[in-house]
Each structure stands twice: as C-alpha cells, then as structure tokens.
C-alpha cells in the first residue's frame, strides 16, 4: 500500500469546512496544524445530555439535549448590563435561554423565531422560571432523531467551542482508512483493535474507564506512538553502523585541560574515555552524555571535540537557543584557543555569513557552535568528524540526521543535562550507549534548599537588602510573564516593577520569552559584567544560563512547577566556589503531591534521586505540575505510566528491523506507513537514501 493513502491526513486544517485563518491561529495554540492532529487530540471527559420532551421531571441542575421552539427575544439596552433572553417552549412548558455579552445578531441568526432547534446545557431556576444559560451545543431539531445522549469533551483553549471540536474531530475521523498491520503477531495483544477501529472508539467513549490508558483502544494507539518512535530511533542508529576510526595523541587534549586548571572528575574520566575508546573503533559512535546540573558535561565534549580536531577532522555543536549558543562559544573559546583551535558561532539572524559558510566548507573553522541555522543547506564542512548535540530533546530525529548528513559516518555525542531515570532513557533515546557522570567538580558545595510560604513576602524581600551590601548577584523565577485574571500567580513584570521600587531600577533586570532577543542579552550582561545583582526572570532561565556569581535562587510559586524543572532552576546557582541558597515560595492552597515536591527538593540535591521521585509522585499526572524537561512529548502515549507497553515496544521494533531488507517486507512497508503518520518520513527517506 502507498503512503498516498495518508495524504488526506496531512492535509492543513484549512481543508476541513467552517475552518478559516483565524480559527486556525486558535488551534495552533493546541498545536494542531492538520488533519492527523485533530484524530490525535483525545477526548478527556464524557458530556451526558439526556433527550427530553418535557420538564416536568426536571430537576435544576439537570445535563439535557431539549426540542425548544423560539417564540420571542428580549433584547437589553445597550447601557444595561442585563442579558439577552430568548422565550422559548419545550412541549407545553416555557423555558428561557439566557446569553450574557453576545451579539443579537448572532443570535438571532442561529435561534431565529418561530423555529425549532436541539439546545444542550444544564437547567436551573429563576424566580419560579425554567432557564438554561449559554447553551453547550445548538443544533437542527433534526438532530434529535439520531441523537447520542453521551458525546467526547475535547481540551480547549480560548475561541474554541465544545461542539467546534467534536464536529471538526467527527469529519477528520471520516478520513481514515484501514491500514495493513504493522504491528508484530507476537506483540500485539489479542484485544487490541486495528487502529482505525482504536481510534473511533477512543473519540465515542461511553463511561469513564473508555478514558483511561489501560482501556484497549488507547493501549493500542499508545503502542502504535511509541512502537514509531522505537522503529525511528533504531533506523537512526542502525543506518550506518559503520564508522571511521578517530585517533590522536592527546596533545591538543593536554593543551586544553592545562588552560583548565582542575583536573577531571573520575565520573569524566570515565565519561571521555568510553566516549574516546567509540571514536576509535570502527563503528559510528551515537552515545549519550548524561549527568547532573554542573557535573561538567562541556568540557568532556570539548576534549572530545579535540580528540576528533587533532586527528583532522571538524566539529559541530548544536544547541537550542541563541543565548546557549553565545555562552556555549564564549567558554569554549576561551579553552580552545589555547590549543589553537579555531572556533566560530552561527546562529539564525547573524549577518554577512557566506564568509563563516565559505571558511566551513575549506576547513577553516574546525569547531562550529550554532543554533538551527547549523541545519541550513548552506553550512557544509570539510571534513565532519563529530556532532556534540545539546539538550537533546529540543531536537528531533530528523534535524539529528539532517545535521549528521553533512558529513561521512559521523559520530554523535547527546548531551542532557536533565537526569533521566534508567526506566525513562529507553523512551527519550533508544538504545544508546549512555555515559553517566555522577560526581560533580571539586570544589562545588552544594546548595542549601529551604521553603516558606508566600505570606513572609516581605520578610524575603527585606533579607535581600543584606544579600545586594554583600555584592551577592539573586535570581528571582516567577511562573507568568504578565499579571493574569485567571490565574492568582507572581507575575513577572509585576515583580520586577516592585522590586526596582524597592532596590532601584540598576539593581533590577527583567527577562522572559516575549523579549527580543537583543533584551535578553542586555538583561543578561547588566546582570552577569554589571551593576544589576537581581534578575527577575520565567523559566526562559532554566537551561544554559551560566553566571557563577550568582548564589541565590527564588522561585514563586514553586509548588507549580514539576521537579526536573524545580531542580534545573536551582542549578542556576552553586556553580563557583561560593556557598549559594534556594529559597521556594509556595502559595496556598497546595496540594499533598505539591508539598511533597518541595520536601524533596529540600532533602536532596541529587538529580536522580530527584528524577526517579519525580517518576513516582507523578504516576498518571498532576494537573498543577508544568511539563517536565528531557521528557519527550507524546500525544497519545504518557511516558510516565507506560514503561511496560514502552519495553514491549522496543522489543517490537527490534524484531521487526531484523527482516533484511526491513523496508521491502509486508510488515516492513506497513511499518513504513506507521512512520509517516508520525512524520518520520523524511527521516526514514534520508536513512534509506544513504
């Protein structure tokens, strides 16, 4: 069967009918962006309306799909905030829809007089009156002769509507088609659904158990994600198995470890020679470096990155920001030099860089730090010899391979600086070899953790004023950008004004997403070379962010925030020979599993301990709890609760690759059509190009 069969979903949400350009800015926001990713978004909760001809047995309160005719309006003056009324009659009964903030004609348009349409919403009573407010669904009276008292709710986000969601989602599942199997006999469970089948049920759940992950429709589809993901990950690592072989004398090693100073951990001892002894072999290295906040990952790759420039070869450093990028190249040219390597920086809005792409391409340059832009058509090197990627769940298979393609049997170093409990790794990585540095630098102390309520504010803040006498440098985090009706939490502009009256508007930078990125690195020298010592900040920090005068870290509202991200904001501080402090403010209420977070966070700086307790009090998920980093996103698979299926998965994958050759198989080009609905495709087409 040809991958044409799944065109129609991939086709934009443009194509389905009542969807225009700015409900598509709406559903971007939910980031669905085609057809596949409407089927993909999954029902949360069950509507019940019961169909009813009358009210007599109507209590307030009550879910109901009614027949009502529309006698009158009652249309409120302009100046008056009174709602507009409809009198309408079910049977025999009156029975008055309310609307508050509407306008008329759209109202009148869609319950026009002496009509009949199918209203859902819950009753109540009004002085003695029948009345539904807002009506959830309005429909054509016609409806009622087929209606379904139990339909999906679907997650929202604002301008979208309840019944836009299930009628969008009803005409998406309309476009699928039944595929061949592509899951293993031997893997898949006897009451498993085809997929097609899997996916109308999941969207018609009937009671709450249709909503969980162990029902067999939402098993399977969570299988299909991951068995993907497997498949995709082994392609990329079996593609080219064959490697070159990288040697060196260690000269321009010594060199660097010298301009150094410290000598290396016995956790990056180890680290850089297993990595070493994968260059030298003769098989393509795809290792991932794993270790703690500060256990000094970046100069195991820097001496790695030496190992592979001394024996001729290029360089490549990929990160996700531009602020990372910076830093990245600042501190590694400080060391590099030293050795006399030559290293350069390209990121996306740099000018005047056919000169860097021209130096590149004869070999010039031989370590090259960069954002996206390193995936560019136009970045080509010499001699590719080593790719060092940062943060690596920022990047995509794709872009892994897109970066790797510019080179002959490159060898590839992930680094992640979230720690990932051993049952997590398979699902961010694959089967990787994996390096864990599990000491820290000498020197390092750790940072002491304690937490109070948000009602000692002030007492925080006057303990400040002794913190800025002493030169200390503070981080201030705060869950929002701008104050929000909607939810009660710390904003940070809103800080950042309070605390500038407090301590003076030299003292006080603020940073956040929303900034261009010229404001950020003002924000960010004024705090690091200047005379700003209190950064106020969003999570925009949370990775990359080096200043090691900085020894105080203040997060608001701590209790909202999951603990990988908790235990990476703290690692913005204790990074030089200081002894630093972090303090978490929780607002009230908190939940059981929020307090418990912070105990944690207060008992230990060990970021596996931190990451497999993280594991454990998530279970099936926190609705407080942020999104954790270096956990992969899933749409219809949680990482967090499906280990066992997420084995199986793998073990699916590797059968399945042993057929030779693995695309030209039955299962094989069913399992190609799996990739593409996960959008592997390019991926696999560059795999099976080579």
């Given at each position: 069967m040809r991958p044409e069969i799944l065109f129609p979903l991939f086709a934009p949400l443009s194509s389905l009918k009542g969807v225009g350009p700015s409900l598509i800015k709406t559903l971007d926001?939910?980031?669905?962006?085609?057809?596949?990713?409407?089927?993909?978004?999954?029902?949360?909760?069950?509507?019940?309306?019961?169909?009813?001809?009358?009210?007599?047995?109507?209590?307030?309160?009550?879910a109901v799909a009614l027949v009502v005719k529309i006698l009158d309006y009652s249309i409120p003056p302009k100046i008056q905030k009174k709602p507009f009324k409809i009198t309408c009659t079910v049977g025999q009964d009156l029975l008055d829809l309310t609307f508050f903030k509407v306008y008329p004609k759209s109202i009148e348009s869609r319950l026009p007089r002496g009509q009949q349409?199918?209203?859902?919403?819950?009753?109540?009573?009004?002085?003695?009156?029948?009345?539904?407010?807002?009506?959830?669904?309005?429909?054509?009276?016609?409806?009622?002769?087929?209606?379904?008292?139990?339909?999906?709710?679907?997650?929202?986000?604002?301008?979208?509507?309840?019944?836009?969601?299930?009628?969008?989602?009803?005409?998406?599942?309309?476009?699928?088609?039944?595929?061949?199997e592509w899951i293993p006999e031997a893997h898949r469970h006897e009451a498993w659904p085809s997929w097609k089948t899997a996916f109308e049920k999941v969207h018609n759940p009937q009671v709450e158990g249709?909503?969980?992950?162990?029902?067999?429709?939402?098993?399977?589809?969570?299988?299909?994600?991951?068995?993907?993901?497997?498949?995709?990950?082994?392609?990329?690592?079996?593609?080219?198995?064959?490697?070159?072989?990288?040697?060196?004398?260690?000269?321009?090693?010594?060199?660097?470890?010298?301009?150094?100073?410290?000598?290396?951990?016995?956790?990056?001892?180890?680290?850089?020679?297993?990595?070493?002894?994968d260059m030298a072999s003769n098989h393509r290295m795809v290792r991932l470096l794993q270790g703690d906040v500060g256990s000094g990952k970046t100069i195991v790759a820097l001496l790695a990155i030496a190992h592979a420039i001394?024996?001729?070869?290029?360089?490549?450093?990929?990160?996700?920001?531009?602020?990372l990028a910076n830093q990245h190249a600042h501190n590694l040219t400080k060391l590099a030099e030293k050795a006399g390597i030559k290293v350069a920086l390209l990121i996306g809005r740099q000018k005047q860089k056919q000169a860097l792409y021209d130096d590149l391409r004869h070999g010039k340059v031989q370590l090259i730090v960069g954002t996206h832009a390193l995936l560019q058509e136009g970045v080509q090197f010499a001699n590719l010899g080593l790719v060092i990627i940062d943060e690596q769940h920022r990047f995509g298979v794709e872009q892994r391979i897109s970066l790797t393609s510019k080179g002959q049997d490159v060898d590839v170093l992930i680094m992640t600086a979230t720690p990932i409990p051993r049952s997590l790794q398979l699902t961010a990585y694959g089967d990787l070899a994996v390096s864990r540095i599990l000491d820290k630098p000498q020197g390092r102390q750790p940072v002491q953790t304690r937490v109070l309520g948000l009602n000692r504010l002030q007492e925080v803040c006057e303990g400040l004023q002794r913190l800025l006498e002493n030169g200390e440098k503070i981080y201030w985090v705060c869950p929002l950008v701008e104050e929000s009706e909607v939810m009660d939490l710390a904003a940070a502009k809103e800080r950042y004004d309070h605390l500038r009256s407090l301590f003076g508007a030299e003292k006080v930078s603020l940073v956040h997403g929303r900034q261009k990125v010229e404001e950020k690195e003002m924000a960010m020298t004024a705090f690091k070379e200047g005379p700003c010592q209190i950064l106020v900040a969003t999570t925009v920090i949370e990775v990359g962010i080096d200043v090691k005068d900085a020894t105080v870290m203040i997060i608001e509202h701590a209790e909202r925030f999951g603990l990988a991200q908790l235990h990476q904001l703290r690692g913005r501080v204790g990074r030089g020979d200081q002894s630093s402090h972090c303090l978490l403010l929780y607002g009230y209420p908190i939940t059981d599993i929020g307090r418990r977070r912070l105990q944690i966070m207060k008992e230990t700086n060990d970021g596996f301990r931190i990451a497999e307790e993280d594991l454990r009090l998530r279970g099936g998920g926190d609705v407080l709890g942020t999104k954790q980093s270096g956990l992969p996103s899933y749409r219809l698979a949680n990482p967090l609760t499906c280990a066992p299926l997420l084995e199986k998965a793998y073990i699916a994958a590797q059968d399945l690759l042993k057929d030779d050759p693995f695309l030209r198989s039955p299962q094989g080009q069913a399992a190609r059509l799996l990739l593409s609905l996960f959008r592997q495709e390019k991926g696999i087409a560059l795999l099976t190009s080579g």
């Open positions: 926001r939910l980031q669905l962006s085609c057809v596949f990713d409407i089927v993909c978004h999954l029902p949360v909760g069950i509507a019940h309306f019961p169909l009813k001809k009358s009210l007599k047995d109507c209590r307030p309160g009550d349409r199918l209203i859902c919403g819950t009753l109540e009573q009004f002085l003695g009156k029948w009345q539904l407010t807002h009506p959830e669904r309005i429909a054509p009276a016609e409806v009622a002769s087929f209606w379904k008292e139990k339909s999906p709710l679907y997650p929202l986000t604002a301008g979208l509507f309840q019944n836009q969601a299930q009628r969008f989602t009803q005409v998406a599942l309309s476009r699928l088609r039944e595929l061949p249709d909503l969980q992950p162990h029902h067999p429709a939402r098993e399977r589809l969570a299988f299909d994600e991951l068995f993907a993901d497997q498949l995709a990950l082994s392609l990329v690592r079996n593609a080219h198995t064959r490697g070159k072989i990288i040697q060196s004398n260690g000269t321009l090693k010594t060199k660097i470890l010298e301009a150094f100073g410290h000598p290396l951990t016995p956790g990056q001892t180890k680290a850089l020679a297993e990595i070493e002894a001394e024996a001729g070869y290029q360089a490549a450093f990929l990160v996700p920001t531009e602020i």
